[in-house]
């Protein structure tokens, strides 16, 4: 019984992917507006209906590349040796990220890559979906650092009782911060730049702006 329900999770996940690939390819060939569901489903040969029970909206085959990212930061902050302060694993991560030319952190030069990047940044109802993962994303954040001051014997990290306003404050900062990194990565990279040759450059942006994060946060 076990063995039959792993094959068929495998079997619906290859599925899945080849739908999402089969419709990335259209999206990029020919632009996401100009590409019907219609179109997706005869490329992938299967029926409307089966596909809208892999992906609920068009935007879904495209985003669920960056589902697995979502809730990260918070992750990150839980997940933490507790010696460690939340905002210096976050930064260690996100320089981690770049050593890796993780594509969340922007710092990779990959073709498909940058045109994902591009199809997602051009694409107003793309970029909308955009935006809800980012506040929820401040949201897990928020809640993860709040209970990190909690277990500080129900006191913040600096002495004061931790306050929800001032942790969803601190969320919004660190979550620009690395959405404004990557952007600018992704930028330099598509105006012709390489991710060996800016490296250096982003790694020093990282570090810049984290360290102001932290004298401004404290």
Request: charged share 25%; proline share 3%.
């Amino acid at each position: 019984m076990a063995d039959r329900a792993g094959l068929r999770e495998r079997k619906r996940q290859r599925t899945h992917d080849a739908v999402s690939s089969a419709a990335i390819s259209l999206f990029l060939e020919h632009g996401f507006d100009r590409v019907s569901v219609a179109d997706i489903a005869a490329a992938a040969e299967i029926s409307k209906p089966t596909l809208f029970r892999y992906f609920p909206t068009k935007e879904d085959l495209v985003l669920h590349r960056i589902a697995d990212h979502e809730g990260e930061a918070a992750r990150v902050v839980r997940q933490r040796p507790t010696h460690r302060a939340p905002l210096t694993a976050l930064r260690d991560h996100f320089l981690d990220g770049l050593a890796r030319r993780d594509p969340v952190t922007g710092l990779n030069d990959h073709p498909q890559v940058l045109a994902f990047h591009n199809l997602v940044f051009s694409t107003a109802s793309l970029s909308a979906r955009m935006n809800a993962y980012i506040a929820r994303d401040e949201e897990a954040l928020a809640a993860a650092l709040t209970e990190t001051a909690l277990t500080k014997s129900g006191h913040a990290e600096t002495g004061h009782a931790p306050d929800g306003l001032t942790a969803r404050l601190a969320a919004a900062q660190i979550i620009a911060v690395q959405r404004v990194l990557a952007r600018e990565n992704w930028r330099r990279l598509s105006a012709g730049e390489t991710a060996d040759a800016l490296y250096e450059s982003a790694k020093t942006s990282a570090g810049n702006a984290f360290r102001l994060l932290a004298s401004g946060l404290g």
